[in-house]
């Protein structure tokens, strides 16, 4: 058992929040009982997860995507009210890691992504570090990664080149990075793997020859919260669930 404001300093220190310009708070943002005992790590807070961590009798709900979003209503209705009275109602706790846990080098979406898939980090580069630069530990082609992605993330990725193309060097970033293709290309890379895939990107990836798969923006940041539970289970002794959901996104 641990209290509240120890793991949240703790989080703000590792994952250095303060240091990331962010599209919601990054930390609390629902507050519930002091005393945590029992944690549910989950890539959003959705309803679904919100209701399995009061039906464990979880303390607190620990997630990627959280709420109070930029840019979205500030009233408190409909879906949110719903959201947000469960959690009320159970005194769970809810806090979220965004951008922090993407770039994190260790416990980070990006850094478990290429410890999943074997790849090699060169470096990081581009907004907030966020987007990674490195290499497949032997060139493989574009169809044998995207299978490898498909086996690995359990989702058929979308993928828009040359099949039979070597692939060797790579940029990926988790989530919603299509709109980082364009300076991935730049780098130079054979590839670029993200979560998701707009219209321009099909173009992009035939007109610059840089291959681009979209691998699931939940499934490729899944691994993520997952480590960072786990590290938070290892300084303070808590008890972990993970709460999966089938987001085809």
Known sequence: MAQRREILAWCDENLQTAQFQDYAPNGLQVEGREEIRKVVAAVS??????????????????????MFWKNEPVTITGWKQRRIATLLQHQINLVGYHLPLDAHPEWGNNA???????????????????????????????????????????REPIVAG??????????????????FFTQAAAEGVDAYVTGEISEPQYHLAHETGVAFISAGHHATERYGVQALAEAMKCQFGLEIYFFDEQNPA
């Open 45 to 66: 807070a959705s309803l679904a997860a919100i209701e399995y961590a009061a039906a464990i009798g979880a303390d607190m709900l620990l997630v990627h995507h959280g």
């Open 162 to 179: 040359d099949m039979s193309k070597p692939i060797k060097t790579l940029a990926w970033c988790t989530g919603g990075a299509q709109g």
């Open 112 to 154: 478990q992504l290429a410890r999943k898939m074997g790849w090699q980090l060169k470096r990081q580069t581009g907004e907030q570090n966020l987007l990674n630069i490195g290499c497949l530990s032997e060139s493989q082609s574009l169809a044998v990664l995207g299978a490898h992605l498909a086996a690995e993330l359990e």
